[in-house]
């Protein structure tokens, strides 16, 4: 998960590329029709493409002379998953921080 999941990290952490993926939602895309949603050129949202086709967030097929990219989520998942043991984690240690606070307090009002 460390490699993957710091190549996943990493392109997610840009937020053109999260818009991207928020795009590929609607399905998949020919790069021209992605590029004609943002104000930066197609050369540069193919590089955002490739990092996120080498984090392996989307699918690239041939179409023609179409390069089609999909939503993979998977890998999204898996972070997802790996989130929610530190989630789970930091809620049970904060109540409990919150509980010894409480009864501190409680115990120099009396």
Do not use: C
């Not at 967030?57 to 998977?74: C, H, M, P, Q």
Request: glycine share 6%; hydrophobic share 35%.
């Amino acid at each position: 998960m460390v490699t993957q999941g710091s190549s996943i990290f990493h392109a997610i952490a840009d937020p053109t590329r999260r818009a991207i993926l928020d795009r590929l939602r609607e399905g998949g895309q020919a790069v021209n029709e992605i590029a004609g949603r943002f104000e930066i050129s197609r050369p540069a949202i193919s590089k955002h493409l490739r990092v996120l086709h080498e984090a392996n967030l989307v699918t690239e097929t041939r179409d023609g002379r179409n390069r089609i990219y999909k939503l993979n989520a998977e890998p999204l998942r898996d972070l997802e998953r790996w989130l929610d043991h530190y989630r789970r984690f930091w809620a049970l240690n904060l109540l409990s921080l919150k509980n010894h606070v409480e009864s501190k307090e409680k115990g120099r009002k009396q």
